[in-house]
């Protein structure tokens, strides 16, 4: 064995027929068992989808390499999800998730799939998302470089699904060794997530931005910004002239006391003024 490098048997179900219940040695090299508690530790940091974004697409990038993350939850109702995307290679990954978001079948699909699994992280070729559902998916993230998904997630004491994290990768960017480090740090990721989600506020914290500090047409232009559109599009969308979204822009950005969009984005998604 390798000096500096620890050799686990680790089960992972992969495509091309391996049995999901074969064990495979995994052998993680001293910088991958570095890197696994760098992330650990940033993890711990992150309360505010910002900080979450930041570490997703920045440290965590080489620990488990990916073009984006889809990170689903439970809602309120059995059949309901909430969804947040995040990535910083591919420009209309928001409109991608907004395709998994309208397709009814594709993410309980993706859930049975997990659990099929045994809750083991699950490796499947892009085109694969075609038979559970998800074909417009599918072909959009074949368009962005994505070959292959990657799927984890953390469940509750009778095995439903609570926190469900889909990776899209390409085809080298996904092995059993990122699988085993994935199964490793999801557990850290849902925990961050799940904190970024949290509406309330701790007791004796500063307030944030107060929901009304936006005009209803506002949040309108702001959503619209934040899945990627320009004022013409906007405009087109709302039926009104994209100099009017210029002025509803600038008067988003004196509200939220920022400097570009980007940061307008960012600063709603995380006092919760927009969803995704």
Same mark, same amino acid.
């Not at 999901?20 to 995994?26: A, E, G, L």
């Not at 900080?51 to 997703?56: C, E, P």
């Given at each position: 064995?390798?000096?500096?490098?620890?050799?686990?048997?680790? #089960?992972?179900?992969?495509?091309?027929?391996?049995?999901?219940?074969?064990?495979?040695? #995994? *052998?993680?090299?001293?910088?991958?068992?570095?890197?696994? %508690? %760098? &992330?650990?530790?940033?993890?711990?940091? #992150?309360?505010?989808?910002?900080?979450?974004? =930041?570490?997703?697409?920045?440290?965590?990038?080489?620990?488990?390499?990916?073009?984006?993350?889809?990170?689903?939850?439970?809602? @309120? $109702?059995?059949? @309901?999800?909430?969804?947040?995307?995040?990535?910083?290679?591919?420009?209309?990954? =928001? $409109?991608?998730?907004?395709?998994?978001?309208?397709?009814?079948?594709?993410?309980? &699909? *993706?859930? !049975?799939?997990?659990?099929?699994?045994?809750?083991?992280?699950?490796?499947?070729? #892009?085109?694969?998302?075609? =038979?559970?559902?998800?074909?417009?998916?599918?072909?959009?993230? $074949?368009?962005?470089?994505?070959?292959?998904?990657?799927?984890?997630?953390?469940?509750?004491?009778?095995? !439903?699904?609570?926190?469900?994290?889909?990776?899209?990768?390409?085809?080298?960017?996904?092995?059993?060794?990122?699988?085993?480090?994935?199964?490793?740090?999801?557990?850290?990721?849902?925990?961050?997530?799940?904190?970024?989600?949290?509406?309330?506020?701790?007791?004796?914290?500063?307030?944030?931005?107060?929901?009304?500090?936006? =005009?209803?047409? !506002?949040?309108?232009? %702001?959503?619209?910004?934040?899945?990627?559109?320009? /004022?013409? !599009?906007?405009?087109?969308?709302?039926?009104?002239?994209?100099?009017?979204?210029? /002025?509803?822009?600038?008067?988003?950005?004196?509200?939220? /006391?920022?400097? /570009?969009?980007?940061?307008?984005?960012?600063?709603?998604?995380?006092?919760? *003024?927009?969803?995704?």
């Amino acid at each position: 064995m390798a000096r500096g490098a620890s050799r686990i048997a680790f #089960v992972a179900e992969m495509d091309a027929g391996h049995e999901p219940d074969t064990p495979r040695s #995994v *052998l993680l090299e001293s910088r991958e068992l570095e890197a696994l %508690l %760098l &992330n650990i530790d940033a993890s711990l940091s #992150v309360n505010a989808a910002r900080q979450f974004y =930041t570490w997703t697409q920045g440290l965590l990038q080489g620990l488990v390499p990916h073009r984006m993350l889809f990170c689903l939850r439970r809602g @309120a $109702e059995p059949s @309901a999800y909430v969804l947040d995307t995040f990535s910083a290679l591919v420009s209309d990954a =928001t $409109e991608l998730g907004s395709l998994l978001m309208r397709d009814p079948v594709l993410m309980p &699909n *993706l859930a !049975e799939l997990w659990k099929t699994a045994r809750y083991s992280p699950t490796v499947r070729e #892009v085109s694969h998302l075609g =038979t559970l559902g998800g074909s417009a998916l599918a072909r959009a993230l $074949e368009r962005a470089g994505v070959a292959r998904v990657a799927v984890h997630g953390c469940h509750d004491a009778d095995g !439903e699904m609570t926190n469900l994290f889909v990776f899209a990768c390409r085809p080298s960017d996904i092995g059993v060794n990122q699988s085993y480090l994935l199964q490793l740090i999801v557990p850290f990721l849902s925990a961050a997530w799940t904190r970024t989600q949290i509406k309330e506020r701790e007791p004796g914290s500063p307030r944030g931005i107060c929901a009304p500090v936006l =005009t209803a047409r !506002e949040r309108e232009v %702001l959503h619209w910004i934040y899945l990627g559109k320009g /004022n013409a !599009e906007v405009g087109a969308i709302l039926h009104i002239s994209s100099l009017t979204v210029k /002025n509803h822009v600038q008067k988003i950005l004196r509200k939220l /006391n920022v400097a /570009n969009r980007a940061q307008a984005v960012g600063k709603a998604l995380e006092a919760r *003024l927009i969803r995704p």
